[in-house]
């Protein structure tokens, strides 16, 4: 299908912005350090300092690096506490992510057994 100028049809914008919104939280989520940060504010908020200190093996720069890439991705928020910054779990973008991608493939895959077994 084209648009009346020949062109494929562009998609809206909130559809970009939602695949963008995606792509930043796999990101996100493709590094195994990251994942265990995010397990890390699972259990409570930390400190900046004290994420920090949760990751010995990593220098300060690099924990803030992938601070960053999960503050991008909505997957963490920081909030001023006094001198301190206290950071925290947004699981919101995981669950869309799993409304959008795994639950309905995990439907698809459990109508799909359903009709093996039926026909069997």
């Not at 265990?36 to 699972?42: A, N």
């Not at 869309?96 to 026909?119: F, Q, T």
């Amino acid at each position: 299908m084209s648009s009346s100028d020949g062109n494929p049809p562009v998609a809206p914008p909130a559809d970009h912005e939602r695949a963008d919104a995606d792509d930043a939280v796999f990101k996100a989520l493709a590094s195994p350090t990251r994942r265990r940060m995010l397990d890390v504010l699972k259990a409570s908020d930390r400190s900046t300092g004290e994420l920090c200190a949760a990751f010995p093996e990593l220098d300060r720069t690099t924990v803030l690096q992938h601070l960053r890439v999960l503050e991008r991705a909505e997957l963490v928020t920081g909030r001023r506490v006094g001198r301190e910054r206290r950071l925290a779990l947004a699981p919101l973008p995981i669950k869309r992510l799993h409304d959008r991608w795994i639950g309905e493939y995990a439907r698809a895959a459990v109508d799909l057994l359903d009709r093996l077994d039926s026909n069997s």
